[in-house]
């Protein structure tokens, strides 16, 4: 089977910097994708990772470790409009555009 | 270029009846993919459509059903509705479905379906 795991809630303050997890157990993947949402909204693409290491775009930079099974998304100088839930996904080898999500990680910023 | 857009918004059906909910990919897209989001379950995959061919599919009875048409605009229909149908149902388009570009996936506002 595939899973991908994250914490459920992170709260943090505003200018901070703050660290999403993703850990997951899945065959083989092309690479791992971050979203984000706000409540009652789409989905939006942040980031991906198709090999292992660091990708940063802005604010944002995402992280894969494919021996370690691992990932993260690293949020820097965090600003009240951050506030949302945050997915990881996989798109499984062989399976055309599908993707797994793990369940999301609520952010809270506080002032 | 316009985002994706779902009609309708929002939905009330009552149970055992049938619902047909519509959408539109960026154009130039011809992979469009549909999930289910709800609190309990997050987004879970339930098909995808590629070149009016559906390419992949979910684990999700066959009381849902979906189609792609020539100008990629996509329609899923869920029949004999039942209350855990209740959800907010999201499509997604990429413009070929394949390596690198389909990672990055453009959701529209999405169907809020509520099951009475």
């Known amino acids: 089977g595939q899973s991908l795991e994250q914490p459920s809630e992170v709260t943090a303050v505003e200018g901070a910097i703050v660290q999403i997890n993703c850990t997951y157990q899945t065959s083989g993947f092309y690479g791992l994708s971050w979203y984000q949402q706000h409540d009652g909204g789409a989905p939006t693409f942040l980031s991906y990772n198709g090999l292992d290491g660091l990708e940063e775009t802005g604010r944002f930079s995402s992280f894969l470790s494919r021996s370690d099974s691992y990932g993260y998304l690293l949020l820097q100088e965090l600003q009240m409009k951050d506030s949302a839930s945050y997915f990881c996904a996989v798109r499984p080898y062989n399976q055309g555009g599908k993707l797994i999500f793990g369940q999301g990680t609520e952010l809270s910023v506080k002032p | 270029k316009a985002g994706v857009t779902q009609t309708p918004r929002y939905l009330i059906k009552t149970r055992g009846q049938q619902v047909t909910l519509s959408c539109s990919p960026i ?34 009875p066959g009381r849902f059903s979906g189609r ?15 209350l855990g149908d209740s959800a907010l149902y999201l499509c997604a388009s990429s413009q070929k479905g394949l390596a690198g570009d389909a990672d990055t996936q453009y959701f529209g506002p999405g169907t809020r379906l509520t099951v009475l």
Not at chain 2, 69 to 82: A, Q, Y
């Open chain 2, 68 to 82: 792609q048409f020539s100008n990629s605009r996509s329609e899923m229909n869920v029949s004999t509705l039942e």
């Open chain 2, 27 to 60: 154009s130039g897209h011809r992979s469009v993919s549909w999930y289910q989001q709800t609190p309990g379950q997050g987004l879970q995959f339930l098909f995808e459509y590629f070149s009016e061919t559906q390419r992949n599919k979910g684990n999700f």
